[in-house]
C-alpha cells in the first residue's frame, strides 16, 4: 500500500522499486493483482456519489444540494453515462484498501435515474469485483419514488437505505415539500413501508430544526411508533449573512439542540438500548472503547468522504461541493490520485490545524473535535476564529451523556480483563 501521493516525484521510483521486490518475494501474484494493491487509497473512504447530480423530484426548503445545479449551466442531462459509472465502479473498486468495497449512493434524488439505473450499477459491480471481494451498497433517498419492484430490488442486493424522514407529519411537511408546495410525507411513509415490509436494512435519518427541535419526546416517539431501529438527527444549520445573528430562521438554536438531545437521550438510556440505534449516542459510546469516530464530523481530521458528481468532477466534502473545492475529474486524473492528492489531504487536515484553543483544552474534546468545518463560524470568548455554531449544544450534550459512557467503559474493561 502507497502512503505517497502519486503527485510525489518519488511515486514512480517507488512503484517500480516496490513492484519489483513483491515480485521477488514471490511469483504467484497477477500483475493485474500487484498493480491493484500498490495503487489502493491509504486510508478507508466513502464516495458520496451523484449520479443523478442535484437532481430532485422534491423540493425541500433546507436542501443546499439543488442550487448545485448552476455550477453546470450548460449541462443537458444530469444521468451519469453509462461509461462513466462503469469507469468509476472500477476505480473506486481498485481503490479500495479493503476487501468491503462500499458505495454510498446520494442526490439530489437518486431513484429519479430509476430501477434500470441500479440494476446496471450492480451488475457492473459484479462484473469488476475480484475474487474475495465483498460489495456493500448504501442509498440516501427521500422515499417517495420506492414501490415494490424496489423493495425487492434493494433487498435482494443488500442495500442499507437512508430515509429522509423529519418526524411526524406537522414537522416532516413543513420543510420537505413537493415542487407544487404539496405533502410529501404519506409518500415517505409508503417508501418506508415498503423497506420495511422486504427487510431492507435502513436508518432514519430526521433533519432537526427550528421547529421540531422543541418537541423531542413526540419527534421520538414517532419513530418508536413506526419502529425505526436506527435514527440519525441532523442538525440544520444555515449561513445567513443579511440576518442579524447571521443564520437563517430555519436554524436549530445551538442550546435548544443540545435539549433535544439530551431530553432523547435520557429516555433511549432507560428503555431503548438493544432495541433503537441512535447515531450520536453511539459516536459517543466509541470513546468508552478507544475506537475511532466513525462519523467524519467528530473525527479530528477530515477529508476521507469526498463527492464524485454525475460527470466525474471530484469535490472535496458534501458541504464543500464548489468550484474552489473542486480538485479534479476521475476522466482525467484517477480517483486514488484524487483521494491522496495534497489539496485533498489538506483539506481534511485544516480541521485540526484550525480549533481554537477552547476546544483544544474543552473536557469533552474527544467526543467532538470541533464537529463539522462548514458550521464553524463563530468566535470563541477569547476572540478566536473557527468556533462551531453548536459548540454549546454538543458540549451540553457530550457533558450530560459521559457518566453513562464512563460506566460502559468500566463495565468493558471488567469484562475484558475476566
Not at 13 to 42: H, N, W
Not at 209 to 222: A, G, L, M, S, T
Not at 362 to 377: A, I, L, S, T
Request: proline share 5%.
Amino acid at each position: 500500500m502507497l502512503f505517497c501521493s502519486f503527485l510525489d516525484p518519488l511515486y514512480f521510483f517507488t512503484y517500480t522499486f516496490l513492484k519489483q521486490r513483491v515480485l521477488i518475494v514471490t511469483e504467484e501474484i497477477p500483475s493485474e493483482d500487484l498493480d491493484r494493491m500498490l495503487s489502493r487509497a491509504a486510508r478507508s473512504f466513502m464516495i458520496f456519489i451523484k449520479p443523478s447530480g442535484s437532481l430532485c423530484n422534491l423540493h425541500c426548503s433546507y436542501c443546499y444540494y439543488l442550487e448545485k445545479k448552476e455550477l453546470y449551466p450548460d449541462m443537458e442531462s444530469f444521468r451519469m453515462p453509462e461509461a462513466l459509472l462503469e469507469e468509476y465502479i472500477i476505480q473506486h473498486i481498485n481503490a479500495s484498501p479493503e476487501k468491503t468495497v462500499r458505495f454510498s449512493w446520494h442526490g439530489g434524488e437518486p431513484t429519479v435515474l430509476g430501477l434500470d439505473f441500479f440494476r446496471m450499477a450492480v451488475s457492473l459491480q459484479k462484473k469488476h469485483r475480484p475474487a474475495g471481494y465483498h460489495i456493500a451498497n448504501g442509498m440516501q433517498t427521500n422515499g417517495t419514488l420506492l414501490d415494490e419492484n424496489w423493495g425487492r430490488f434493494l433487498a435482494k442486493e443488500g442495500f442499507y437505505v437512508g430515509l429522509s424522514l423529519d418526524g411526524p407529519k406537522e414537522f416532516h411537511d413543513i420543510h420537505r415539500r413537493t415542487k407544487k408546495g404539496k405533502s410529501s410525507f404519506e409518500k415517505t411513509m409508503h417508501g418506508y413501508e415498503i423497506l420495511k415490509k422486504h427487510g431492507v436494512s435502513r436508518d432514519i435519518l430526521c433533519v432537526v430544526h427550528n421547529d421540531n427541535v422543541k418537541y423531542p419526546e413526540r419527534v421520538y416517539h414517532f419513530f418508536k411508533d413506526i419502529e425505526a431501529s436506527y435514527i440519525t438527527f441532523l442538525p440544520l444549520v444555515e449561513r445567513s449573512p443579511e440576518t442579524e445573528r447571521g443564520i437563517s430562521e430555519r436554524t436549530v438554536p445551538s442550546e435548544a439542540w443540545g435539549e433535544f438531545l439530551c431530553t432523547v437521550f435520557d429516555e433511549w438510556v432507560s428503555r431503548d438500548i438493544g432495541w433503537i440505534k441512535v447515531q450520536i449516542f453511539e459516536e459517543a459510546a466509541r470513546t468508552a472503547f478507544g475506537q475511532e469516530h466513525s462519523l467524519c464530523i467528530f473525527r479530528p481530521t477530515c477529508g476521507d468522504v469526498p463527492v464524485i458528481e454525475h460527470n466525474g468532477d471530484f469535490y472535496s466534502c458534501d458541504h464543500f461541493v464548489d468550484p474552489g473545492h473542486r480538485l479534479g475529474n476521475i476522466q482525467k486524473t484517477p480517483l486514488v490520485e484524487l483521494l491522496e492528492s495534497p489539496a485533498q489531504r489538506a483539506f481534511g487536515l485544516a480541521k485540526l490545524k484550525t480549533l481554537p484553543r477552547a476546544c483544544l483544552e474543552c473536557d469533552v474534546r474527544e467526543m467532538c473535535n470541533g464537529g463539522c468545518p462548514k458550521n464553524r463560524f463563530l468566535k470563541t470568548a477569547d476572540g478566536e476564529e473557527n468556533l462551531n455554531y453548536l459548540c454549546s449544544g454538543y458540549k451540553s450534550f457530550f457533558q450530560h451523556c459521559r457518566p453513562w459512557v464512563e460506566e460502559v467503559g468500566v463495565q468493558w474493561r471488567k469484562t475484558k480483563n475476566d
